[in-house]
């Protein structure tokens, strides 16, 4: 925004639907408005089916009026969602909005002991701290019964040793606290340990197989 000097903003559409099926206004509310003039788009479950409630994430469904010859109904785009009332903006658009844009792929998840992992949710909380410079989530399976998640990560330089403590617990309670209670061993990785990636991030590593 400072080199163009001009607000960005976050869109999505897609090659079978449309270019543009959902937009962030310039109020830049954290989430991206669905434009309900042309889409209804749904939440559901992905494993069930059911329908999720405001502040659930699901797999966005979406049924388009645009397409005549071809309709989509209903149509599972594996994007991970999270649906919040339209008075989350200030902007006066009566349309619903996904807080944070598109999330994640539903085909990404995790199942850790009974509860689903997003690596993009993860990264999404790890990304309200700061002092966070780059991480890394492994996934191992301890004597091939209880599996285990580890978040990894590097601070940024001349971070005081002496704050590691306290952004550990506040890194370990945020990640608790929106899914739902699962513990993260949450670990600090020593400054140039962790990759680097120049295009697509590969941040998880999967080794309960191994």
């Given amino acids: 925004e400072e080199m163009w000097g001009a607000k960005c903003g976050d869109t999505a559409g897609m090659t079978e639907i449309g ?4 937009f962030e206004c310039d109020k830049q509310p954290g989430g991206t408005h669905i434009i309900e003039d042309h889409f209804i788009e749904e939440v559901l479950d992905p494993e069930t089916g059911e329908p999720c409630d405001y502040g659930q994430r699901g797999e966005r469904v979406v049924t388009s009026f645009g397409r005549g010859f071809i309709p989509l109904i209903r149509y ?3 994007d991970l969602v999270m649906k919040v009332p339209h008075t989350h903006c200030s902007c006066g658009r009566t349309g619903d909005l996904y807080e ?3 999330l994640g792929r ?3 998840m995790k199942l850790i002991r009974g509860t689903n992992v997003y690596p993009r949710a993860v990264e999404a909380i790890l990304r ?3 002092e966070i410079e780059e991480f890394q989530i492994v ?3 301890v004597d091939n019964i209880r599996d285990e998640i580890t978040v990894q990560i590097e601070l940024r330089p001349g971070f005081p040793d002496a704050d590691w403590a306290g952004l550990q617990s506040r890194v370990g309670t945020d990640l608790a606290d929106n899914h739902e209670g699962l513990r993260f061993n949450v670990e600090r990785a020593a400054e140039g340990q962790l990759p ?3 295009l697509k991030a590969k ?4 080794l309960r197989n191994q």
């Fill in 100 to 102: 944070g844009g598109i």
């Fill in 203 to 206: 941040r998880l590593q999967d």
């Fill in 139 to 141: 996934l191992t399976r």
């Fill in 19 to 22: 270019t543009i099926m959902i």
């Fill in 196 to 198: 680097r990636f120049e």
């Fill in 76 to 78: 599972r785009t594996k």
């Fill in 128 to 130: 309200e701290h700061p």
């Fill in 106 to 108: 539903v085909d990404d």
